[in-house]
């Protein structure tokens, strides 16, 4: 075959093949772009005709919710702060109005507030101004139980901007076996029941009968006791019942509990035994925790927890735990506690009784905790609300 004739029919096959596939390339390039162009499109057209779609953001401003919780429990109030977000780096000036907030399930509206003023403010760059609290100046609880949203709108420098935020709240009787954080090899535990009443509505629980199950040894308790309790009441079934601790573990006490109404109540709970104390307060952290937000002129709720940083379980001995806030001349003292720290988890030290700040602003608890000859101290910051 002639070579110059070969290589003319190779190189005509090649620019057919090379055609084709540009032709293919261009096509799929082509319904690519149609079908973004599909796509932008629909989105634009439900944009404008939708009712439901709305945005919470003008000029870098984002309108945005808070909730201290998500999931509520009765007789738990409701806390949420409304505030204007700068998602820019420079500082916003800008007029807000037409504020309006409301808070409503299926069935009905909660609460409603509208200030159709305008006020003029500024936000620093990438910070958040705070605009409204719910819950500050009217207690909002005891809700039946169900699903609740917040929605917000409100103008700002003259455009609407609408934002929801969802949350649950929920009812239940609660049943808590008590007992000391751990115990030694050797030792006794009494176990005892709290019933705590979690709904909105007074319970009058009739209990007729209880049993405990340890380690495969029974007690039974058939005594007739009638509770009648608050919302957000609790009391204590005292029990006669006594186990023997005989090795060392996580063991699990079970508590079956019969009531007047013929229903049944089953749960368990968790007893850590050791063989001796440890009192060294080494790999230890502590933070902060509140229940719900701290204003002034209210009791604060309050919780000093400890943090274990180590990966294995701690029984600590504390022989004294020692609060002081200077600024308002508070100081309380607990003494003799145990307390039990799973591998990198924490648990309460201590709940600081009869603490109510008359001041708003942030606040300095200095925590000492004492046992045997070693002594750990740290400084906590307590933020108050007005």
């Not at 209990?207 to 608050?230: I, M, N, P, Y």
């Not at 508590?255 to 089953?266: N, Q, R």
């Not at 200077?326 to 145990?338: K, L, P, T």
Request: include cysteine.
């Amino acid at each position: 075959m002639d070579p110059r004739k070969y290589r003319e029919e190779k190189e005509a096959e090649i620019r057919r093949t090379y055609g084709e596939m540009r032709k293919r390339s261009f096509r799929f390039l082509f319904l690519n772009i149609m079908i973004v162009l599909l796509v932008f499109t629909f989105m634009f057209f439900v944009q404008r005709v939708s009712p439901q779609t709305y945005s919470n953001i003008v000029e870098s401003l984002q309108l945005v919710v808070e909730l201290s919780k998500v999931e509520y429990l009765a007789p738990d109030p409701i806390f949420a702060k409304v505030y204007i977000v700068n998602t820019g780096r420079r500082d916003k000036d800008f007029i807000l109005s037409d504020f309006y907030i409301k808070l409503y399930s299926e069935n009905k509206t909660v609460f409603e507030f509208s200030y159709p003023r305008a006020i003029n403010s500024n936000v620093t760059g990438l910070g958040k101004r705070l605009v409204y609290e719910l819950g500050k100046d009217v207690t909002l609880s005891n809700l039946e139980a169900g699903e609740y949203k917040i929605f917000v709108s409100c103008k700002i420098n003259g455009r609407e901007v609408r934002t929801e935020r969802l949350f649950k709240y929920q009812e239940r009787i609660d049943y808590i076996i008590l007992s000391e954080p751990y115990y030694l090899v050797g030792e006794r535990f009494t176990p005892s029941l709290l019933i705590v009443n979690r709904t909105k509505d007074r319970q009058k629980i009739e209990v007729v009968r209880v049993v405990w199950d340890f380690l495969g040894e029974k007690f039974q308790e058939d005594k007739a006791e009638t509770f009648s309790l608050e919302p957000g009441g609790s009391a204590l079934f005292s029990s006669k019942a006594s186990f023997l601790v005989r090795e060392k573990g996580e063991h699990e006490i079970g508590c079956t509990v019969y009531l007047s109404d013929g229903s049944v109540k089953v749960f368990k709970a968790l007893v850590p035994v050791t063989s001796k104390h440890e009192e060294k307060l080494d790999n230890l952290e502590m933070n902060l925790e509140a229940d719900d937000v701290v204003v002034v002129n209210k009791l604060a709720r309050i919780r000093v927890n400890l943090i274990n940083k180590l990966n294995r379980n701690r029984f600590l001995k504390i022989d004294r735990v020692t609060i002081s806030i200077v600024d308002i001349g508070y100081s309380f003292v607990a003494s003799s506690r145990r307390v039990f720290l799973p591998p990198f988890g924490k648990s309460t030290l201590i709940q600081p009784e009869r603490l109510i700040f008359t001041s708003p602003g942030v606040y300095e608890m200095i925590v000492t905790v004492q046992s045997g000859d070693d002594k750990i101290i740290k400084k906590l910051s307590v933020a108050v609300g007005k």
